[in-house]
């Protein structure tokens, strides 16, 4: 039986559950102040308010980046045009891959792999949406190019991916990696019993 779990430690959880409960008992009718001034925050807003801009965390910074909105998409365009890793669909398949997912989870309850409550957490909502690509540019490379995202947050899958990497997080300690004589990565599985 499954269930999702915000997290494994046990001390973790009891911290976590101490310090909502004494969040939640505080009288929240005090003032609270922000960080920045009145102007700052106008400054801020009317910066995200500009449509020639894009504003993006730096890949593997912390650093945030303004980028000319007009490069930023012909840097993405060029990305989403190569055929050998992007295909364009004639048509959005969301709808259909929906029903393989759901058909695919009925199917793991049906066969006893999962209980009810898994099946329901399961299921995907008809509200699902599509990835969302952006690109993180890579300030620290020359012309900054951008690391290709995909966003899985709402999508399809979204929930299978978590269930997925729950069930798969145990076994990860048990893989030994390597370096190979032409530098390459390659993983040895150890013998692990499923």
């Not at 060029?78 to 989870?105: C, F, G, H, P, S």
């Not at 299921?123 to 899985?152: E, Q, W």
Request: contains cysteine; charged residues 35%; hydrophobic residues 35%.
């Amino acid at each position: 039986n499954w269930c999702q779990k915000k997290n494994g430690d046990m001390a973790l959880e009891v911290y976590a559950t101490a310090l909502k409960r004494k969040i939640l008992s505080h009288n929240f009718d005090k003032r609270f102040y922000r960080n920045t001034t009145r102007e700052e925050q106008e400054a801020l807003e009317k910066l995200k308010s500009y449509k020639d801009i894009v504003i993006k965390e730096a890949d593997k910074s912390s650093t945030v980046v303004v980028l000319d909105r007009r490069s930023y998409v012909n840097k993405a365009m060029r990305q989403l045009n190569d055929r050998n890793v992007y295909i364009l669909l004639e048509r959005d398949t969301t709808e259909a891959m929906i029903d393989k997912v759901y058909e695919r989870v009925k199917r793991l309850h049906r066969d006893g792999h999962i209980d009810k409550s898994t099946l329901e957490y399961l299921l995907v909502n008809n509200d699902a949406k599509t990835g969302r690509f952006y690109l993180l540019p890579k300030i620290h490379m020359k012309g900054c190019p951008g690391r290709p995202v995909i966003s899985g947050c709402s999508t399809l899958t979204e929930k299978l991916i978590e269930f997925v990497d729950v069930l798969l997080k145990p076994l990860v300690p048990r893989i030994a990696s390597y370096m190979k004589d032409n530098n390459d990565v390659l993983c040895k599985l150890k013998e692990i019993e499923i």
